[in-house]
T-cell receptor, first 117, second 112 residues
Framework: DAGVIQSPRHEVTEMGQEVTLRCKPI?????LFWYRQTMMRGLELLIY????????DSGMPEDRFSAKMPNASFSTLKIQPSEPRDSAVYFC???????????????FGPGTRLTVL | GEDVEQSLFLSVREGDSSVINCTYT??????LYWYKQEPGAGLQLLTY?????DMKQDQRLTVLLNKKDKHLSLRIADTQTGDSAIYFC????????????FGKGTKLSVIP
């Protein structure tokens, strides 16, 4: 299995520009998570989808952030307009349905390092 | 809400044991996890412990759980330079839930 795939791996953009981060979860997984990691705040859950439906978006910082999951194999996280304080590593993770094994928990992608100048 | 606390840094000499500590607040936690993040990579599950256990050993890793004090620790025996990474403690609020609350991570530096 290819694991969780994220693109791009690195993104450098200027303040005010729109940024779109992409994620392909592991095939068969039905839960998807977007996290943001910074030195100051650590790992923060932004949004959680189950069966393509957003279940908990309480971690989305503000209206500039939006996330979609149009189908089971693709999700996007969009920032518009971007600001320097959005600079962070953004991780996508997925997990399978009704597992019997507690090790079958969240599988993380390699992350997208976003720099907003 | 739930909270998971970890010290931010730990430095040990190669060959020594490392002990990374974590405290959590949610008494309903079912599973507690340790994840490892190597530089430039995502988090990978290292090990877990069920809340009704007090110890779990897996090769060089030993997890200790004090449920009364809500304290979790990860001991790495014979620490190697390849163990240098950030270690995250995480708790799961209930059986079958995949929502994890993570600590801020402990950066382990191994001195050759």
């Amino acid at each position: 299995d290819a694991g969780v795939i994220q693109s791009p791996r690195h993104e450098v953009t200027e303040m005010g520009q729109e940024v779109t981060l992409r994620c392909k979860p592991i095939s068969g997984h039905n839960s998807l998570f977007w996290y943001r990691q910074t030195m100051m705040r650590g790992l923060e859950l932004l949004i959680y989808f189950n069966n393509n439906v957003p279940i908990d978006d309480s971690g989305m910082p503000e209206d500039r952030f939006s996330a979609k999951m149009p189908n089971a194999s693709f999700s996007t996280l969009k920032i518009q307009p971007s600001e320097p304080r959005d600079s962070a590593v953004y991780f996508c993770a997925s997990s399978p349905p009704s597992p019997n094994d507690p090790t079958d928990t969240q599988y993380f992608g390699p992350g997208t390092r976003l720099t907003v100048l | 809400g739930e909270d998971v606390e970890q010290s931010l840094f730990l430095s040990v000499r190669e060959g020594d044991s490392s002990v990374i500590n974590c405290t959590y607040t949610d008494s309903s936690s079912t599973y507690l996890y340790w994840y490892k993040q190597e530089p430039g990579a995502g988090l990978q599950l290292l090990t877990y412990i069920f809340s009704n256990m007090d110890m779990k050993q897996d090769q060089r890793l030993t997890v200790l759980l004090n449920k009364k004090d809500k304290h979790l620790s990860l001991r790495i025996a014979d620490t190697q330079t390849g163990d240098s990474a950030i270690y995250f403690c995480a708790e799961s609020p209930g059986a079958g839930s995949y929502q994890l609350t993570f600590g801020k991570g402990t950066k382990l530096s191994v001195i050759p």
